[in-house]
């Protein structure tokens, strides 16, 4: 019927709306049916079998159709096309119908789990429709968390990827600092060198000075001893 994922909750606000007590329970449902001429057809839907008669998409029209009726609540509130709501409700309503009256009599209450779809649906026909919502008006219902769903993962996919593209940017960065140091030490080398080599050169010819001046003395002192043997030499 084109439902996808949406069949439950149709489900679900189908047994709400048949079911209501504010209109009547099932009893006042399938009397709306009996007022548009349909008796025989819900008859025959009565305790459920191969007797049971199908009804039209044009039948439920006349009876569901009217502004503010079950058809327009659905298609509405969970963005389906009329036509199928229609037809999903026309396969539904003889087999709901079947089995919510054994052996032909209406029951004196709902069983627990049709009652647990029933409060399920109650609260998707009580939720604002999809384009009413608002970003403060986020309830429990499951209109309201499933598009929430949709965005998480959507975050998480794009987390992941982003992470995967950081991982592979991550060897560059690393490698960056590791050549930083190596082209820095390099200067400083020639640098360390160079110091004591001109130690060693300046202190070397100072030493090398000190023993040439120190024969110098003797030089000046060899005149003195002429002077004194031509005075020697006068006195004799």
Request: net charge negative.
């Amino acid at each position: 019927f084109g439902l996808g994922d949406k069949a439950l909750p149709v489900l679900q606000m189908l047994l709400a709306y048949m079911t209501a007590k504010d209109s009547g329970g099932l009893v006042g449902f399938l009397e709306k049916f009996k007022a548009a001429g349909l008796g025989p057809l819900i008859q025959s839907w009565l305790g459920g079998g191969p007797s049971a008669q199908p009804i039209a998409n044009s039948q439920l029209e006349t009876v569901l159709g009217s502004s503010g009726g079950l058809l327009s609540l659905i298609s509405g509130k969970l963005e389906l096309g009329r036509d199928n709501v229609t037809s999903a409700l026309g396969y539904l309503l003889p087999a709901l119908v079947g089995k919510l009256t054994p052996g032909g009599s209406m029951p004196a209450s709902l069983p627990a789990e049709v009652q647990s779809l029933a409060e399920a649906g109650q609260q998707l026909l009580a939720a604002p429709a999809p384009s009413e919502l608002t970003s403060g008006g986020i309830g429990g219902s499951l209109l309201s968390w499933l598009p929430w769903v949709v965005v998480v993962l959507a975050a998480l996919f794009g987390l992941s990827y982003c992470g995967k593209d950081k991982g592979s940017a991550t060897p560059p960065a690393v490698e960056a600092p590791a050549s930083a140091p190596a082209t820095a030490s390099e200067p400083a080398a020639p640098a360390s060198d160079a110091a004591p080599a001109a130690a060693p050169e300046s202190s070397a010819p100072a030493s090398e000075a000190a023993p040439a001046a120190a024969p110098a003395a003797p030089t000046a002192s060899e005149p003195e001893a002429p002077a004194s043997a031509v005075s020697g030499d006068t006195r004799a």
